[in-house]
């Protein structure tokens, strides 16, 4: 059993479970991503139906769709992000509370997709730190879920203790 | 019912609108200080109650009238439509007589048709950008702006401080995207024309 499970042997420990700070930590955020929906255009579509009870996102935990950014730690930008909004997306994920993530959903998300023009930004990671792009346009529901697993493991891999807090500028991967 | 006479009689009311060449429906040019007054008449006599467009064309630095409004009306009487085009004054900064007042729903697209193309509307209650940001500097559907853009700051300060970023030109790497129609999926999925360059490699003159 690796280092970076709880573990836990009735037979051998009784009521004390012996684990480190960061598996318990990351076990928690894992299995509880509150996404806040940041739906800009037709991807949030595909987003909707993720949540929706034919995919059903909650088989994974991470249903609690909110959408006020200071109850949530999973930012998903869903659609076309504008110039425009570009502002509003970062001032969103500054006030979302720490740790937290963001997922690109599909082309125009994760590069500006078909809109090569004077308007559109062309990727979100210039403004924000993104974990997950997901490719499509629009992704699949089935495409969001597999990014949003891909997301479960890469939060259990973090070092959580050391690094309670991740400050934006550290965090940006660009 | 929309024929000869119906625009014979228009015609003879308004001095300044004339008939203009039309594929579709009845198509006439009017002068831009005679606007208002012609869209209330057929507002109110010809029951053409309907706005259903209004925006404006750029028909190039070399024109001789660089800016022309069009405007699309609807009447549910007759069952079709009647398309008014008028010229803007001045090539440099184009104006024209905001219709706000006639038919309120102009008060929009005006202010897009200002955004795009910078046709100023004068008497427009409230004529700022609708779609672009308040401090952008161009006009991006002018025939001399770059479909890529032009690098301009973010209106967001703050945001530039800690990101960086600013609106950069994002030309087409080769584009238009097209698909050859024909093929096995995999084949005949949309791809740029001309890959030969890309925004590292600039395009060969
Ligand atoms: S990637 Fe496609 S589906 Fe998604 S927002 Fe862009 S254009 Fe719409």
């Keep these: 059993m690796s280092l970076n499970e709880v573990?836990?042997?009735?037979?051998?420990?009784?009521?004390?479970?012996?684990?480190?700070a960061d598996a318990v930590i990351n076990w928690i955020r894992k299995h509880s991503v509150w996404p806040m929906p940041m739906g800009l255009a037709c991807c949030a579509i595909e987003l909707m139906a993720a949540a929706a009870s034919r995919?059903?996102?909650?088989?994974?935990?991470?249903?609690?769709?909110?959408?006020?950014?200071?109850?949530?730690?999973?930012?998903?930008?869903?659609?076309?992000?504008?110039?425009?909004?570009a502002e509003v997306v970062r001032r969103i994920y500054d006030q979302m509370g720490d740790p937290k993530w963001v997922v690109a959903m599909g082309a125009c998300a994760s590069t500006g997709g078909m809109y090569r023009s004077y308007a559109v930004m062309q990727g979100v990671d210039t403004i924000v730190p993104v974990d997950v792009y997901v490719s499509g346009c629009p992704p699949r529901p089935e495409a969001l879920l597999?990014?949003?697993?891909?997301?479960?493991?890469?939060?259990?891999?973090?070092?959580?203790?050391?690094?309670?807090?991740?400050?934006?500028?550290?965090?940006?991967?660009? | 019912m929309i024929d000869q006479?119906?625009?014979?009689?228009?015609?003879?009311?308004?001095?300044?609108?004339?008939?203009?060449?039309?594929?579709?429906?009845?198509?006439?040019?009017?002068?831009?200080?005679?606007?208002?007054?012609?869209?209330?008449?057929l507002r109110d006599e010809?029951?053409?109650?309907?706005?259903?467009?209004?925006?404006?064309?750029?028909?190039?630095?070399?024109a001789e009238v660089r800016?022309?409004?069009?405007?699309?009306?609807?009447?549910?009487?007759?069952?079709?439509?009647?398309?008014?085009?008028?010229?803007?004054?001045?090539?440099?900064?184009?104006?024209?007589?905001?219709?706000?007042?006639?038919?309120?729903?102009?008060?929009?697209?005006?202010?897009?048709?200002?955004?795009?193309f910078g046709i100023t509307f004068s008497g427009h209650p409230n004529l700022k950008r609708i779609l672009m940001w308040d401090e952008y500097p161009y006009f991006p559907l002018r025939k001399d702006f770059p479909l890529a853009g032009i690098d301009v700051p973010l209106p967001a300060e703050d945001v530039v401080e800690v990101t960086d970023a600013s609106v950069e030109p994002a030309p087409m790497m080769g584009g238009p995207f097209v698909s050859s129609g024909d093929g096995m999926m995999s084949d005949s999925e949309p791809r740029a024309k001309d890959?030969?360059?890309t925004e590292q490699a600039e395009k060969p003159v």
Excluded at chain 1, 8 to 20: F, M, R
Excluded at chain 2, 10 to 30: A, G, I, N, Q
Aim: aromatic share 10%; glycine share 4%.
């Design chain 1, 55 to 85: 995919y059903d996102i909650s088989r994974f935990g991470m249903e609690v769709m909110r959408f006020s950014p200071r109850q949530s730690d999973c930012m998903i930008v869903a659609g076309t992000v504008t110039y425009k909004m």
């Design chain 2, 46 to 62: 010809e029951t053409f109650d309907l706005l259903v467009d209004l925006t404006g064309i750029d028909h190039g630095q070399k």
């Design chain 2, 195 to 197: 890959e030969s360059w």
């Design chain 2, 5 to 41: 006479d119906f625009t014979d009689s228009l015609l003879e009311k308004f001095s300044s609108v004339s008939l203009r060449h039309h594929d579709d429906c009845l198509t006439l040019d009017c002068e831009p200080n005679a606007i208002v007054e012609f869209l209330s008449h």
């Design chain 1, 146 to 174: 597999d990014a949003m697993i891909k997301l479960q493991d890469k939060i259990s891999d973090e070092s959580s203790v050391s690094n309670l807090k991740r400050s934006p500028e550290t965090a940006m991967v660009n």
């Design chain 2, 67 to 116: 800016y022309t409004v069009v405007i699309h009306l609807y009447s549910r009487i007759h069952r079709n439509y009647l398309r008014v085009h008028s010229p803007a004054v001045n090539n440099e900064s184009p104006e024209f007589p905001s219709v706000e007042s006639v038919f309120p729903a102009a008060n929009w697209h005006e202010r897009e048709a200002f955004d795009m």
């Design chain 1, 7 to 20: 573990a836990y042997n009735g037979k051998v420990e009784g009521d004390v479970i012996v684990t480190k």
